[in-house]
């Protein structure tokens, strides 16, 4: 793993290479450092176009940063948070780990279970309770 590289978990480091790194003017409170000093972080992943994301991860992670995504299939991560480049730059790094970290992870498959005989005997209870309740509402039926 060379230097500027980021570690996503065991199985995916992307390289610096394929990471744009810009700054520009942060708005917000700053008074003077804020129109002089380009200290928000903007990262910009092409995770459609990355080689280092094998296949099977990069579908899995473009299905579901679908939403994130530009139209080409970039991902792009902002922090100007504070007034410290360094420190937005790291902010918006992790929070581009995390967001790839979450996204290629993979789901947990749902084990099916059955209810006890207790929640059905309490469900089966509760119906009988609201039946029993809508019944009682009822205006008498004039025979």
Do not use: C, W
């Not at 003017?25 to 200290?39: D, F, H």
Request: glycine letters at 6%.
């Amino acid at each position: 793993m060379a230097r500027g590289d980021l570690r996503v978990n065991d199985r995916l480091v992307v390289p610096a290479a394929e990471l744009d790194l810009r700054y520009v003017r942060a708005s917000g409170p700053g008074g003077q450092n804020v129109n002089k000093v380009a200290s928000k972080a903007v990262v910009r992943f092409d995770l459609a176009h990355s080689s280092a994301v094998p296949d099977d991860l990069k579908a899995r992670a473009l299905a579901r940063l679908r939403s994130k995504l530009t139209q080409a299939g970039a991902l792009i991560v902002t922090n100007g948070s504070t007034r410290d480049q360094g420190r937005n730059r790291e902010a918006a790094l992790t929070r581009l780990a995390a967001l790839l970290a979450s996204a290629v992870a993979r789901p947990r498959p749902r084990r099916p279970t059955t209810p006890s005989p207790a929640a059905i005997e309490r469900r089966l209870a509760g119906k009988q309770r609201r039946a029993r309740l809508k019944r009682a509402r009822r205006i008498p039926a004039a025979d």
